[in-house]
């Protein structure tokens, strides 16, 4: 680990790349751009043979240039410091303010580069590297650049970095939130992400700023002895679900409103049943399933309309009830007969 500060004095506790991993990097770079030369060079001697010796050695001279020095120029300059090397083994080229690396940085560790690793073979960048404390070569020193660890924990992968720790589930359920910003609430999301990264000293030391920080705007006071780390998750684990229910009760009253412009049209995701009759406090409710329009209503059996206004005449579209069928016992012929007109009697019994 090591201290940065960035143009605004803010000093940043970095992770500056092991000299192990930037070999690793370098070899694969090395490798890479190995592969193009030869192939570049195989193709500037045919030239050479079929137009002009001349014209070749330029091209060759060309291709050496734009391979040595322009391919770690260009991916530093278009990836913000990461070459194909560095990607692999998550590592990135920075400026000692932490902000990214700029084109004039890339192409002085690129020149440099040339000398101490193609020329040299390495040995220079080997021993300033050895030699300074943030494992810097000639290049970096020149440029003004260092190279940190930039791979993402697989803990960020797997799940949140805030959980609700069971021994403060009731405390933090009755958290008063209001004050804490989302500045602060970063900062401490941050320190969770980067928890195991940190030196034991280091770790403990930011983790009691923070969490001071964090008592001073909740209430009431977290129990005594609870440590910095569990103290900030807990905080973020009851903030995160205040954030969802909200998010949940928003989603609730749009759909009631969606409900409600459409004139009472049930309202469910596609493919989810709704039980007849639905829950109370339910807009979407509904009595049940529609048929197809030409569906029969038998007792018990078929689809089963809404309920209509005294005095309305039954929609075609609901079928036509069969002979003798006793929910419709106003109808033609005492019940006996095929319902058309309008229904006065009370609501019919679905079957």
């Known amino acids: ?7 605004e004095a803010v000093a940043l506790d970095i992770r500056v790349a092991r000299l192990a991993s930037r070999a690793v990097a ?11 030369l030869n192939v570049v060079l195989y193709v500037t001697g045919m030239t050479a043979v079929v137009a002009d010796e001349a014209w070749g050695i330029g091209l060759s001279i060309v291709a050496i240039v734009a391979v040595v020095i322009g391919y770690p120029t260009a991916l530093e300059t278009l990836t913000r410091g990461r070459t194909l090397g560095k990607m692999a083994l998550g590592l990135r080229v920075v400026g000692e303010d932490g902000g990214p690396v700029r084109f004039r940085q890339a192409l002085v560790r690129a020149l440099a580069g040339f000398v101490e690793v193609w020329l040299l073979f390495g040995s220079p960048a080997l021993i300033a590297s050895l030699l300074n404390l943030r494992g810097k070569r000639l290049g970096d020193i020149f440029a003004g650049t260092i190279v940190i660890q930039d791979r993402v924990p697989a803990s960020a992968l797997l799940g949140p970095v805030a959980v609700m720790p069971p021994q403060l589930a009731g405390w933090g359920q009755s958290l008063e939130l209001s004050r804490v910003s989302d500045a602060l609430a970063l900062t401490a999301r941050q320190y969770l992400t980067r928890f195991w990264e940190l ?3 280091v770790r403990d030391a930011m983790g009691q700023r923070i969490a001071e920080q964090v008592v001073a705007v909740v209430s009431p006071p977290p129990p005594p002895g609870v440590r910095p780390e569990i103290l900030l ?33 049930p309202f469910t995701a596609p493919g989810v049943p709704v039980a007849a009759g639905g829950a109370p406090g339910q807009p979407w409710a509904t009595v049940g399933p529609l048929g197809p ?7 018990g059996t078929g689809p089963r309309p809404p ?45």
């Open 1 to 7: 680990m090591a201290e940065l500060v960035t143009g």
């Open 26 to 36: 370098l070899l694969l770079d090395l490798l890479f751009q190995a592969s193009i």
């Open 199 to 201: 030196m034991p000293e």
């Open 233 to 265: 998750s807990a905080v973020l684990a009851e903030r995160r679900r205040r954030e969802e229910w909200r998010l949940h009760q928003r989603m609730v009253r749009r759909t009631a409103l969606l409900q409600r412009s459409l004139g009472g049209i």
């Open 293 to 299: 329009p030409s569906a029969p209503a038998v007792a």
């Open 307 to 351: 309920w209509t206004p005294q005095g309305t005449p039954q929609p075609p579209m609901f079928g036509t009830p069969v002979q003798g069928d006793p929910r419709f016992p106003s109808g033609p012929g005492g019940g006996a007969g095929p319902y058309n007109g309008p229904y006065n009697g009370p609501p019919p019994a679905m079957g």
